[in-house]
């Protein structure tokens, strides 16, 4: 039986041996914070041993792992593939305008190709080319997708411009639901998936970053209209990597998959509205996010449908090629 849309059985996965937070991202990520200490070998290495963890938690659970290790000194968030890559249950990718420079090389042709020899893929479309008119849009960081209801949730940032959204948006054929957002201090939230989780039956939203009531309440009222339980989480929370959790179809039914720090700060109200239709599924990641994201953002959801119906379950090692642009199918 195919996984619901909203809920991918497969998921891609990056293991970078040089994880370090960015220098370029700190521009207007306030989730970032740096490493104590100078260690920045151990840094990595514990950030690779944390997305080993991860996928080993995920299959585990019944999740098809698509595990590609990256060697490369210069691309310091690979550990983020959901910023660049997305698919969608109609047989589409898409390749995405990244805001950071020295993050535009994380896009992977042999992931792509991956997808394609795995899973039937009818069309890779690439929205990269907006980067030489700073145009960018990172992908399910940047939108938070309900494919059920086809609604794309956007935070206004520097990561979603309106221009390179609404390309989306007419391209795939979602509504687009943009909203401004601040922290205590007045900053706009740079990714929607740090704010907000949208799962088949319950929805984590930071609704108290969100700026206007009129905007929260179009929120709460799209989302509610869906049938979905509207989980309010608090500023505290979403610092905590409470909203950047993603559900999941695993062996015995959906999970959510979040971090442990993240699971720590729901309250027990807040679980049993989770837990009455879906599993919590921790995994402590603290070195990955020193970079300013959590499990959500370390997973790329396979929205796509089996080539084979018995598909393996092992995790895919690949080695990193040098980058390489994937044409947009005619």
């Known amino acids: ?62 999740v098809v792992v698509h595990l590609f290790d990256d060697h490369a000194h210069d691309r310091p968030d690979s550990v983020f593939p959901n910023n660049w890559l997305s698919t969608h249950p109609d047989g589409r990718v898409a390749l995405y305008p990244m805001f950071a420079a020295n993050r535009r090389s994380e896009r992977r042709a042999d992931v792509v190709q991956l997808l394609q020899d795995r899973y039937r893929v009818t069309q890779v479309v690439d929205f990269s080319d907006m980067e030489r008119d700073g145009l960018f849009l990172e992908s399910t960081g940047a939108m938070v997708l309900d494919h059920q209801e086809r609604v794309a949730y956007v935070s206004r940032s520097h990561r979603a411009h309106p221009q390179a959204l609404a390309r989306f948006c007419g391209t795939f054929g979602y509504e687009a639901l943009l909203f401004d957002t601040a922290d205590a201090e007045g900053r706009a939230v740079y990714h929607t998936n740090v704010l907000m989780s ?133």
């Open 198 to 330: 949208v799962g088949s039956a319950v929805a984590l939203v930071g609704l108290g970053m969100i700026s206007t009531p009129a905007d929260r309440a179009r929120v709460v009222d799209r989302l509610g209209a869906t049938g979905r339980d509207v989980v309010e989480l608090s500023e505290h929370q979403v610092r905590e990597f409470a909203g950047n959790a993603i559900e999941l179809t695993g062996r015995d039914g959906p999970v959510l998959a979040l971090s442990a720090r993240a699971a720590a700060s729901l309250t027990p109200a807040q679980r049993r509205r989770i837990e009455a239709t879906t599993q919590l599924l921790p995994v402590a990641v603290p070195t990955v996010e020193l970079a300013g994201g959590s499990v959500r953002c370390m997973i790329a959801g396979v929205h796509l449908a089996p080539r084979a119906a018995d598909l393996t379950r092992l995790p895919l090692f690949g080695a990193l090629p040098d980058p390489v642009r994937v044409p947009v199918a005619p």
């Open 1 to 62: 039986m195919a996984a619901p849309a909203q809920a991918p059985g497969a998921v891609v996965l990056i293991r970078p041996d040089h994880f370090r937070p960015n220098e370029l991202t700190r521009v207007d990520n306030a989730f970032q914070s740096l490493p104590a200490g100078p260690d920045a070998a151990g840094v990595a290495a514990r950030a690779r041993d944390e997305v080993t963890r991860l996928a080993e938690v995920l299959e585990a659970a019944g």
